[in-house]
């Protein structure tokens, strides 16, 4: 499970957190929800935050998250460019 104080971050901005192994080794398993929370939490994001660069109500992202609500392949995409990194951490493509 993500937990904030178990996450590194890197100075070299040129590889991305999704990219490195602990993030290989700790999430592999995790829900689509708990992708999203981590990509937010690591950026200091609220729910607000997110849902405003979604264009959709902290409510939806709330159900993102908690798994009451679907990652579509479109929001999947969304995601991706939002957070700038690969889509299918969120979906299976």
Not at 20 to 47: C, H, V, Y
Request: net charge negative; charged share 30%; aromatic share 12%.
């Amino acid at each position: 499970m993500y937990k904030p104080e178990n996450v590194v971050i890197k100075d070299d901005e040129s590889d991305s957190w999704e990219d490195t192994d602990l993030f290989k080794n700790r999430f592999a398993e995790s829900t689509p929800g708990e992708m999203i929370f981590a990509s937010r939490d690591m950026r200091g994001w609220s729910q607000a935050a997110l849902a405003e660069k979604l264009g959709n109500s902290p409510h939806y992202v709330s159900d993102l998250e908690n798994g009451r609500r679907a990652v579509s392949k479109k929001m999947a995409i969304a995601l991706g460019k939002v957070f700038e990194c690969d889509p299918s951490i969120f979906f299976e493509f």
